[in-house]
Protein backbone atom coordinates (compact mmCIF):
# COMPACT_ATOMS: atom_id res chain seq x y z
CA UNK A 1 0.00 0.00 0.00
CA UNK A 2 1.52 3.35 -1.27
CA UNK A 3 2.15 5.75 1.93
CA UNK A 4 3.33 9.17 1.79
CA UNK A 5 4.45 10.94 4.91
CA UNK A 6 5.26 14.48 5.09
CA UNK A 7 8.10 16.34 7.43
CA UNK A 8 9.16 19.68 7.83
CA UNK A 9 6.63 21.87 9.21
CA UNK A 10 6.94 24.45 11.64
CA UNK A 11 6.57 28.03 12.19
CA UNK A 12 8.61 30.33 10.73
CA UNK A 13 8.47 34.24 10.47
CA UNK A 14 7.13 36.19 7.72
CA UNK A 15 9.61 36.14 4.57
CA UNK A 16 12.06 33.00 6.11
CA UNK A 17 11.75 29.92 4.70
CA UNK A 18 11.07 26.27 4.88
CA UNK A 19 11.47 23.01 2.80
CA UNK A 20 8.90 19.92 3.45
CA UNK A 21 9.99 16.66 2.41
CA UNK A 22 6.62 13.99 1.32
CA UNK A 23 8.47 10.72 1.46
CA UNK A 24 6.78 7.59 -0.12
CA UNK A 25 6.99 4.34 0.01
CA UNK A 26 4.77 1.11 -0.74
CA UNK A 27 5.00 1.40 -4.43
CA UNK A 28 6.81 1.64 -7.92
CA UNK A 29 6.45 5.02 -8.53
CA UNK A 30 8.31 5.40 -11.93
CA UNK A 31 4.90 7.02 -13.32
CA UNK A 32 3.58 8.84 -10.93
CA UNK A 33 2.94 12.41 -10.69
CA UNK A 34 3.17 14.03 -7.46
CA UNK A 35 1.27 17.02 -5.88
CA UNK A 36 1.46 19.64 -2.88
CA UNK A 37 -1.94 21.21 -1.84
CA UNK A 38 -2.72 23.02 0.92
CA UNK A 39 -5.89 24.15 3.35
CA UNK A 40 -6.48 26.46 5.38
CA UNK A 41 -9.20 26.79 7.76
CA UNK A 42 -11.39 28.02 6.16
CA UNK A 43 -10.55 27.47 2.97
CA UNK A 44 -10.86 24.87 0.03
CA UNK A 45 -7.79 22.83 -0.79
CA UNK A 46 -5.87 24.93 -3.04
CA UNK A 47 -2.98 23.43 -5.77
CA UNK A 48 0.46 24.73 -4.64
CA UNK A 49 2.96 22.30 -7.03
CA UNK A 50 3.07 19.09 -8.85
CA UNK A 51 6.20 17.24 -10.58
CA UNK A 52 6.28 14.33 -12.56
CA UNK A 53 8.45 11.50 -11.35
CA UNK A 54 11.58 11.90 -13.31
CA UNK A 55 11.27 15.78 -12.10
CA UNK A 56 11.12 16.81 -15.94
CA UNK A 57 7.99 19.30 -16.35
CA UNK A 58 6.48 21.33 -13.04
CA UNK A 59 3.41 23.15 -12.43
CA UNK A 60 2.74 25.75 -10.21
CA UNK A 61 -0.28 27.44 -8.92
CA UNK A 62 -0.43 31.30 -8.57
CA UNK A 63 -0.09 32.09 -5.15
CA UNK A 64 3.41 29.52 -5.15
CA UNK A 65 5.20 30.95 -8.58
CA UNK A 66 8.39 33.06 -7.97
CA UNK A 67 8.43 31.51 -4.68
CA UNK A 68 8.12 28.13 -3.88
CA UNK A 69 10.28 24.98 -6.04
CA UNK A 70 9.10 21.79 -6.18
CA UNK A 71 11.61 19.22 -7.04
CA UNK A 72 12.26 15.63 -6.75
CA UNK A 73 14.61 12.76 -5.61
CA UNK A 74 13.23 9.90 -7.77
CA UNK A 75 15.72 7.37 -6.18
CA UNK A 76 15.08 8.38 -2.88
CA UNK A 77 11.04 8.64 -3.66
CA UNK A 78 10.98 12.09 -1.84
CA UNK A 79 9.43 15.13 -3.24
CA UNK A 80 10.34 18.22 -1.75
CA UNK A 81 8.65 21.55 -1.73
CA UNK A 82 11.26 24.49 -0.74
CA UNK A 83 8.94 27.08 0.59
CA UNK A 84 10.20 30.46 0.31
CA UNK A 85 9.94 34.58 0.87
CA UNK A 86 6.75 32.71 3.34
CA UNK A 87 3.65 35.47 3.98
CA UNK A 88 1.35 35.00 6.73
CA UNK A 89 -1.29 34.06 3.93
CA UNK A 90 0.98 30.68 3.42
CA UNK A 91 -0.30 29.41 6.48
CA UNK A 92 -2.03 25.81 5.98
CA UNK A 93 -1.69 22.16 6.26
CA UNK A 94 0.48 21.25 3.56
CA UNK A 95 -0.45 17.75 1.51
CA UNK A 96 1.68 15.58 -0.59
CA UNK A 97 -0.27 13.32 -2.58
CA UNK A 98 0.21 11.19 -5.44
CA UNK A 99 -0.72 9.54 -8.72
CA UNK A 100 -0.33 6.52 -10.46
CA UNK A 101 -0.82 7.89 -14.20
CA UNK A 102 0.53 4.96 -15.96
CA UNK A 103 3.59 5.12 -18.68
CA UNK A 104 1.82 7.21 -21.29
CA UNK A 105 1.01 9.94 -19.33
CA UNK A 106 0.78 13.10 -21.25
CA UNK A 107 0.46 16.57 -19.56
CA UNK A 108 0.70 20.06 -20.33
CA UNK A 109 -0.55 23.53 -19.71
CA UNK A 110 -1.76 24.87 -16.41
CA UNK A 111 -4.13 22.10 -14.88
CA UNK A 112 -1.02 19.80 -15.02
CA UNK A 113 -0.77 17.51 -11.47
CA UNK A 114 -3.26 20.40 -10.21
CA UNK A 115 -6.41 18.77 -9.80
CA UNK A 116 -6.62 17.08 -6.55
CA UNK A 117 -9.68 15.14 -7.32
CA UNK A 118 -7.39 12.81 -9.73
CA UNK A 119 -4.54 11.95 -7.02
CA UNK A 120 -4.81 8.37 -5.54
CA UNK A 121 -3.06 9.01 -2.33
CA UNK A 122 -2.50 11.42 0.05
CA UNK A 123 0.05 12.18 2.95
CA UNK A 124 -1.17 13.17 6.60
CA UNK A 125 -0.54 17.33 6.16
CA UNK A 126 2.43 19.36 7.70
CA UNK A 127 1.12 22.55 9.18
CA UNK A 128 2.80 25.59 7.92
CA UNK A 129 2.67 28.94 10.14
CA UNK A 130 3.73 31.59 9.34
CA UNK A 131 3.88 34.49 11.96
CA UNK A 132 4.64 38.24 11.31
Known amino acids: QVQLVESGGGQVQAGGSLRLSCAASGGTFRNFAMGWFRQAPGKEREFVAG????????NYGDSAKGRFIVSIDSPKSTVYLHLNTLKPEDTAVYYC?????????????????????????WGQGAQVTVSS
Open 97 to 121: AADDVGPNYYCSGSTCYAVDSQYDY
Open 51 to 58: INWSGSTT
